[in-house]
């Protein structure tokens, strides 16, 4: 993978952790959402996984945000 493809992933991912925590949401909490394993939250998280474009809305949906607001950094 590229730099800028795996930094882009990583920035997503960085995201998404902090609207998570300003929703006051654990990672477990938003798995249990999303009905996947929380390790699965902590790989997007740290950039470790490329998630899909569907999870990418399941996650906009479980935050009650819009999806675009994933992509924001």
């Known amino acids: 993978m590229d730099k800028e493809k795996k930094d882009f992933i990583i ?4 995201n998404l952790q902090k ?4 929703k006051k949401l654990t990672q477990a909490q938003l798995a249990t959402d999303l009905d ?3 390790s699965q939250i902590s790989r997007i998280e740290r ?4 998630t899909s474009i569907g999870n990418a809305y399941a996650i906009s949906k ?3 945000i819009e ?3 994933l992509f924001k950094f």
């Open 11 to 14: 920035k997503f991912g960085e």
């Open 19 to 22: 609207i998570r925590k300003q």
């Open 36 to 38: 996947v394993e929380i």
């Open 47 to 50: 950039g470790v996984l490329n």
């Open 62 to 64: 479980a935050l009650d």
């Open 67 to 69: 999806i675009d607001e």
